[in-house]
């Protein structure tokens, strides 16, 4: 970062866009190197009303710990792990199926 940014506080499904203004996509999850974003269209519409219902190859969105792996519904999404105790920034978007 140089001395001209500012930090910004990223949230899960928040657009991030480039200097120039141009949209990249939407941010995905989260680890020690930054955070990751989404250029599929369809990504940025799941929700937690997205829920499989036990159909073959239907998914589930849901986050993930990246540290324990734990799992959990993506409308709790919590502000740490509840199984270890990792950041938020440890929490990402996972898809189960």
């Known amino acids: 970062m140089s001395d001209t940014d ?9 657009a991030v866009y480039d200097d120039e203004g141009i949209r990249l996509g939407t941010v995905r999850g989260f680890d020690e ?4 974003v ?18 073959a190859g239907e998914a589930e969105l849901m986050w ?3 540290d324990c792996g ?3 519904d993506i409308e ?3 502000d740490s792990c509840p199984a270890c105790g990792a950041a938020r920034e440890s929490i990402y978007y996972w ?3």
């Open 6 to 14: 500012e930090r910004v506080d990223l949230g899960f499904g928040q």
């Open 33 to 36: 190197h930054g955070f990751y």
């Open 38 to 55: 989404t250029t599929d269209e369809g990504i940025g519409a799941m929700s937690g009303e997205h829920l499989a219902t036990g159909g």
């Open 64 to 66: 993930r710990c990246w």
């Open 70 to 72: 734990e799992m959990g």
């Open 76 to 78: 709790e999404l919590p």
């Open 95 to 97: 898809i189960e199926d």
